[in-house]
Each structure stands twice: as structure tokens, then as C-alpha cells.
């Protein structure tokens, strides 16, 4: 299973990004699939999850509605869209895919991860 994560970039506060998460060796209509997030000092902080029926992703408070996760099955691939960006949203996002039958916001709960993708932004 390998996950690829890409799309970060350097904008300024209040813009828009799409982080996009291609994964192989495993269907995004049968595992749970993580977006995570980890500023510069931080710990590794949940955003959000779209689970295998997509019409119950889950997302931090911190980004509830502005943050939107969504997936086409066809490429399957995850993508999170970020609207109204800050400066606290600064950090590398992963992308991760969860366990058989689990679906949560526990980086436990999680055993296969993209690598980082950098999302700076300036204010």
C-alpha cells in the first residue's frame, strides 16, 4: 500500500488550495481514508476523514467548514479542499489510510502514510 500526497504550496491567507492523495494497493471504497496535519514544534494534529461510505466524513473543528474531503473512486484518490486558508493552517499534511473496519481520528487507528506535503501560509 502506498499513499502520495501532493498539492501543498506557499499561498497567502485567505486563498484556496487542493491537496490531493493517490493511493495504491488498497480501495478508498473499502478503507477509511485521514488527512493529517503537523505544524513546525507540533505534535501530528487530525483534520479530517472520509470513511468507505463518503457521506460521513469527519473533520477538526478548526477546519469545519472550510475544509472540504472528497474522493474519486475511479483514481482513487482523496482530495482536500482548503478554503479561506490562515496562518495557523501552516504545516505538512499527510494523508493516511486506515485499518480494516475503523474509521476515526486516532493516528493509531492508521497503518499506512503519505509523506508530507508543505502548506505555508503567509498572512
Known amino acids: 500500500v502506498q499513499l502520495q500526497a501532493s498539492g501543498g504550496g506557499l499561498v497567502q491567507a485567505g486563498a484556496s488550495l487542493t491537496l490531493s492523495c493517490r493511493i495504491t494497493?488498497?480501495?478508498?471504497?473499502?478503507?477509511?481514508v485521514g488527512w493529517f496535519r503537523q505544524a513546525s514544534g507540533k505534535e501530528r494534529e487530525f483534520v479530517a476523514v472520509?470513511?468507505?461510505?463518503?457521506?460521513?466524513?469527519g473533520y477538526a473543528d478548526s477546519v469545519k467548514g472550510r475544509f472540504t474531503v472528497s474522493r474519486d473512486t475511479a483514481k482513487n484518490t482523496v482530495y482536500l479542499q482548503m478554503n479561506n486558508l490562515t496562518p495557523e493552517d501552516t504545516a505538512s499534511y499527510f494523508c493516511?489510510?486506515?485499518?480494516?473496519?475503523?474509521?476515526?481520528?486516532?493516528?493509531?487507528?492508521?497503518?499506512?502514510w503519505g509523506q508530507g506535503t508543505q502548506v505555508t501560509v503567509s498572512s
Open positions: 493516511a489510510s486506515a485499518g480494516p473496519g475503523v474509521c476515526g481520528l486516532g493516528r493509531s487507528m492508521y497503518d499506512y
Open positions: 472520509i470513511p468507505w461510505t463518503p457521506n460521513r466524513a
Open positions: 494497493g488498497r480501495a478508498t471504497t473499502s478503507y477509511a
